[in-house]
Nanobody, 119 residues
Framework: QVQLMESGGGLVEPGGSLRLSCTVSRGKFSVNTMGWYRQAPGKERELVATITTDGITQYGGSASGRFTISGDTAGNTVYLQMNSLKPEDTGVYYC?????????????WGQGTQVTVSS
């Protein structure tokens, strides 16, 4: 059974930093891409950043040079380093894993971790 375990959210003051982690228990699947998305209150879920097992990264506009995504070589854990946080970064951050087994592709989501940026 595939499970994603997220950690690292919390309350931080504007200008502060947080580091999110997500580990996937992937069973028979291999990892293609892992990433982070966020959903602010009253808004749609949006891309923050993704990384492939080859280390290719993609960032959404919200990351704007303040966030860095990285992963371990086994492809089981992805990190999101968030610096210079702003109140508008507040939201639930979800980890997503794009997995593959043979010709079967599956997307899995974590339950989300709350990030609140406030003084």
């Amino acid at each position: 059974q595939v499970q994603l375990m997220e950690s690292g959210g919390g309350l931080v003051e504007p200008g502060g930093s947080l580091r999110l982690s997500c580990t996937v228990s992937r069973g028979k699947f291999s990892v293609n891409t892992m990433g982070w998305y966020r959903q602010a209150p009253g808004k749609e879920r949006e891309l923050v950043a993704t990384i492939t097992t080859d280390g290719i990264t993609q960032y959404g506009g919200s990351a704007s040079g303040r966030f860095t995504i990285s992963g371990d070589t086994a492809g089981n854990t992805v990190y999101l380093q968030m610096n210079s946080l702003k109140p508008e970064d507040t939201g639930v951050y979800y980890c997503k894993a794009d997995l593959q087994w043979g010709k079967a592709y599956r997307d899995y989501w974590g339950q989300g971790t709350q990030v609140t940026v406030s003084s």
